[in-house]
């Protein structure tokens, strides 16, 4: 079962009924007609909308969608790939002074959203792979942890941000997204790093992909930001580039920490991600704490908040 749905001019409306006569079926409610053919059945409803739905819903609706419209589709399909293509990294830029950046924590109900740009260079990549560094998500809390510290002893220089969980839950309120506070987070990680290594030649800022570039470059936009003319984005780049599995790894390493210091806050260990088991844990802590200890611990408008309520 495809569908298909698009809304349509009244006029149109008029010939597809015209069009369907012979085809047409009891009307639903605040439909204009449906009609049932071998390909679809098609319903049109008063706002103009019209659902082709069936086996082969594409055949029925090629007739009514205009010449213009399938060619501004496709405008807009190329326009995105372009936008990809243009801030892809170049393949190059892996093996070179370039500086990486990811975050940690965004997934998590309970603790801050950690994020680090590393700046590496050309002749640190082979040590950086020689003592392990990957993507931090294949790695348990005690390599991270062992790892981050191999990373600061090298002295590859970073800078580290961390959301914590007040601040993340008063942007929110504000009606940030959680698209735009990674983005700013990592802007700021980058400008700080930039400051911290002056001079360093680096050919390119690698950014973990979360969201397309375009979208990156708008919330920087709506900050008054712009965007570093060197910026790619790839997802999964931790695979790619070292200096964005350095970044997960030490973003990682301080998220793990952060969720140690707020299980020893509130006496209680806390669970990462934000699985069913996180709504229990929720419950037992507002039995414990009261309701008014989540907002310094948790990412308040994720769903477990109210789910949490079922344990109570
Ligand atoms: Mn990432």
Request: proline content about 4%.
């Given at each position: ?5 698009a809304?349509f001019?009244?006029?149109t409306l008029?010939q597809m009924?015209?069009h ?22 098609i ?7 019209v659902?082709f ?7 029925e609706f090629k007739k009514w969608i205009s ?246």
């Amino acid at each position: 079962m495809g569908q298909k749905a698009a809304t349509f001019p009244k006029d149109t409306l008029k010939q597809m009924k015209n069009h369907y006569k012979d085809h047409l079926e009891a009307t639903p409610e605040w439909a204009i007609f449906r009609a049932k053919t071998n390909n679809a059945v098609i319903t049109a409803y008063q706002s103009g909308k019209v659902l082709f739905q069936g086996s082969r819903p594409d055949l029925e609706f090629k007739k009514w969608i205009s010449q213009s419209s399938i060619q501004k589709e496709i405008n807009h399909k190329e326009r995105k790939s372009t936008l990809q293509h243009h801030f892809h990294p170049p393949e190059t830029l892996f093996s070179r002074n370039h500086i990486g950046s990811d975050e940690s924590g965004t997934g998590d109900y309970f603790g801050p959203i950690t994020t680090c740009a590393v700046y590496v260079k050309e002749e640190q990549i082979t040590l950086l792979k020689e003592i392990g560094i990957q993507d931090s998500k294949n790695l348990t809390d005690e390599k991270i942890k062992e790892l981050s510290k191999h990373i600061i002893e090298i002295e590859v220089p970073y800078s580290l941000m961390i959301l914590h969980n007040e601040k993340y839950n008063q942007l929110q309120k504000q009606g940030w997204s959680q698209g735009k506070m990674k983005t700013m987070l990592h802007a700021s990680c980058i400008s700080s790093l930039i400051k911290k290594i002056a001079d360093a030649p680096y050919e390119g800022i690698i950014i973990d992909q979360f969201c397309m570039p375009d979208i990156y470059e708008k919330h920087l936009t709506s900050e008054r930001k712009k965007i570093d003319d060197k910026t790619f984005f790839i997802t999964k780049a931790e695979n790619y580039s070292i200096a964005v599995a350095a970044g997960s790894i030490l973003a990682r390493a301080s998220f793990v920490k952060e969720m140690d210091r707020l299980g020893q806050l509130i006496g209680t260990p806390l669970l990462k991600g934000a699985s069913s088991k996180v709504d229990q844990l929720i419950a037992n802590i507002i039995r414990k704490k009261g309701e008014q200890i989540l907002p310094s611990i948790a990412k308040l408008h994720f769903a477990n908040t109210k789910k949490a309520h079922k344990y109570l």
